[in-house]
C-alpha cells in the first residue's frame, strides 16, 4: 500500500515537472515585459560577457548603414551611392555600387550601375580593379552609349597599370595591344590624340628596356652581345627618340672592342666602329653624343692610317 502511494506521488510530481518545462519553453520564445512578475520572464540566454536581456546590434555594412541593400531600398540606396560619388567619396560609393549591381541585373540600371562602379576605381587609381570591371562592361553590354568610353578608360587603366621599364614588361605590350584594339574598333573617336602618346609613351619604355641590355653588355665587356643588341634595337625602335644614345653606346662598344683586339682583327672592328659613327653623323648631327662620336671617328682614322701603313 506505501509503495502504491509512493508511486502515485512520484507520476503526480514528474507530470508537473513536464508542465513547467513546456511552459518554460514556449516563454524563451516571447520576450519578457515590465507588466509580466519576475517569475514568467524570460530566461537569459545571452553570452557571457553581455549584459542580460539586452538585444545584440545589428551589423552594419561597409557604408554605415543598418541594414543591407534589398529589392525593397535599392531605390534609396542607388541615390545614396550616387550622393557618394557626386562627393568623390569613391570607396564608399564603390562598395554600395558592388552591392546594388546584382541586383540590378535585368534592369535598365544595370549598366550605368557596373560603369560607375568601374569609374569609382579609376577615379580612385585603382586601375588594375578599374581595367578588370571597364572590360567586363565592354564584355557585357557591348552596343550601348557608354562602351566606347568603357572600352578607353578599360586602355587608359591598363596604361597606367604598365610598370617601371625595368620591372617585366608583359603589361606594357598587353596594353600596346589593347590601345590599338580600341583604335581599329572606334577609328572615328575622339581620343585619337590622347591613344597615339599612349603608344608612344609606352614603346619609349620597351626601347629603353632594351637600350639598358645594350647599355649592360658595353660596360660588362660583352662586345659581341651588344652588337647584337644594338642591330636589335635599330629593327625594332628605327624611330625611337632613344636611337641616338643607343648609336652612341654602339660607338664606344665598337671602338673598345678594335682597341683590345689582336692586331689582325683591329682593322675590321675599327671600321665597324667608324660605320656606327657616320650613322650617328649622318641621321643625328644635332645629337648631344655626335661630338664625343665625331671625336672617336677622328681617332679610329687615324688608327686605321697606322695599320695600313704597318700591312704596306
Do not use: W
Not at 562592361?137 to 568610353?149: A, G, I, L, Q, W
Not at 606594357?172 to 589593347?178: K, L, N, P, V
Amino acid at each position: 500500500m506505501v509503495k502504491k502511494i509512493v508511486n502515485i506521488l512520484i507520476m503526480t510530481l514528474l507530470a508537473s515537472s513536464s508542465a513547467y518545462c513546456a511552459a518554460d519553453f514556449a516563454l524563451l520564445r516571447t520576450p519578457c515585459t515590465p507588466a509580466q512578475a519576475p517569475s514568467t520572464c524570460v530566461l537569459d540566454t545571452s553570452k557571457p560577457g553581455t549584459k542580460p536581456g539586452k538585444q545584440p546590434k545589428q551589423k552594419k555594412d561597409r557604408v554605415g548603414n543598418s541594414r543591407k541593400i534589398t529589392f525593397e531600398n535599392f531605390d534609396q540606396s542607388y541615390e545614396r551611392a550616387l550622393k557618394f560619388y557626386e562627393n568623390h567619396q569613391y570607396l564608399t560609393a564603390a562598395g554600395m555600387f558592388e552591392e546594388l549591381y546584382p541586383l540590378s541585373l535585368g534592369t535598365p540600371r544595370a549598366d550605368t550601375i557596373l560603369f560607375l562602379f568601374a569609374e569609382c576605381y579609376y577615379k580612385n587609381k585603382d586601375y588594375n580593379m578599374a581595367a578588370f570591371h571597364f572590360r567586363d562592361y565592354v564584355r557585357r553590354f557591348p552596343n550601348t552609349e557608354k562602351t566606347e568610353d568603357a572600352f578607353y578608360y578599360c586602355i587608359s587603366a591598363i596604361y597606367n597599370s604598365s610598370p617601371d621599364y625595368s620591372l617585366d614588361q608583359s603589361n606594357t605590350e598587353y596594353a600596346i595591344e589593347e590601345i590599338k584594339a580600341f583604335l581599329q574598333a572606334y577609328p572615328n573617336n575622339s581620343h585619337i590624340e590622347e591613344c597615339n602618346l599612349m603608344l608612344d609613351n609606352l614603346r619609349v619604355k620597351l626601347a629603353r628596356k632594351d637600350l639598358e641590355i645594350l647599355k649592360l653588355y658595353y660596360n660588362t665587356d660583352h662586345y659581341e652581345a651588344c652588337q647584337i643588341a644594338a642591330k636589335n634595337f635599330f629593327n625594332d625602335y628605327s624611330y625611337s627618340p632613344l636611337m641616338p644614345e643607343a648609336i652612341y653606346y654602339l660607338v664606344l662598344n665598337n671602338y673598345e672592342y678594335a682597341r683590345k683586339s689582336v692586331e689582325k682583327k683591329k682593322e675590321e672592328r675599327y671600321k665597324a666602329c667608324l660605320d656606327a659613327c657616320d650613322r650617328m653623323e649622318r641621321n643625328y648631327p644635332d645629337s648631344k653624343y655626335a661630338k664625343e662620336t665625331n671625336r672617336i671617328g677622328v681617332d679610329v682614322k687615324k688608327n686605321l692610317e697606322k695599320l695600313q701603313k704597318k700591312t704596306n
